[in-house]
């Protein structure tokens, strides 16, 4: 048994605090698994565990030694190559889109699946077999503290209202506003608090406020009332989140050209995309979808692949967007 699954094999065999065993015992228990090592390995062993799994795996001092034991949660899990990879992929992918500090809080468990994937492959080096990328351009995410994310996450597990310092689009200094948190929206770079403020009215919808732009929160002992059956993903609050046009999905019409038309037979647009041919190299895309800000950026971003057709008020807009940059551009070379 090679290093790194002998030391695997120890975090599974130490026990809960309740039935915590000395260094003795689990040497014995190493023997009795068919693990002859010394003692001075199993002792480097355990001080790497120690190191590794620094929330996970505890000790404590006996005087004549230490006891050792294991939360359970971890000592438990055994993750498969291929879910130790996708769990590798997740974790990358997070950490590229605003969410690296969060990474970092799960170490532990991503080291594990790292150290799964090199224990599959031990010669391997994976950071160069798997990566997380984008063709659009990233910003790069707001600055987020750590304790005001904190402080937002344990609010939700206590359903407790905040106050908070935040700084508003264009302002120089800090309000104060009392706040109702109830969920948290992870999107492109930033993270987004959606909530209700003190009093609210019951027709008003949920807001969305992005994180970097809170100074400081704190709980408090008052209790804003928050939206009966709140659910993050319902219209009223991807409103705010993702700025919806629309309560309701429009029917939208395109006419794309070859490119386009090879990109969506892979990728569909929506659930109910139809793609039917026009001419020998136009074709037509119907479905509907929520108008949003996304929707009106990416239809932006693919410049002449496609022309939107409906609905009309989608099209003038995109049109006249479409317009003032070329404006910009011919003013440019005038002069």
Known sequence: MNELKRRHALLNMLPPKASAVDTNALYERL??????????????????????????????????????????????????????????????????????????????????????LKDARPTEDWSKKIISTTRFITLHPGKVDAAVLNTLQQSLLDNCSVEAQYVPRGAQEPKTYRLKPLGLSYQDSNIYLSCVFE????????????????????????????????????????????????????????????????????????DDQQLVQETDDRWLMTGSLLPSQGLKLWLLSQGDLLEVLEPLEMRDDIAATALRTAALYEKAAAT
């Open 31 to 116: 023997k009795e698994q068919g693990m002859s090592i010394s003692k001075r390995t199993l002792q480097r062993d355990l001080a790497w565990l120690l190191d590794e799994y620094e929330l996970q795996v505890h000790r404590e001092e006996t005087g004549q030694g230490y006891r050792w034991w294991a939360t359970r949660s971890l000592a438990h899990l055994n993750l498969l190559p291929t879910d130790a990879m996708n769990l590798t992929m997740i974790m990358e992918h997070a950490a590229r889109f605003g969410m690296q500090a969060q990474v970092d809080n799960l170490a532990t468990l991503r080291n594990y699946a790292r150290s799964v």
């Open 199 to 270: 009093n609210h009215r019951p027709t008003d919808r949920p807001r969305a406020l992005p994180l970097h732009r809170f100074v400081s929160v704190k709980t408090i002992f008052y209790d804003i009332k928050a939206p009966e059956a709140y659910d993050i993903n319902s219209i009223d609050a991807r409103h705010s989140l993702v700025d919806l046009k629309s309560d309701a999905p429009v029917g939208i019409r395109l006419r794309l050209r070859k490119e386009m038309f090879e990109r969506l037979v892979e990728n569909p647009l929506t």
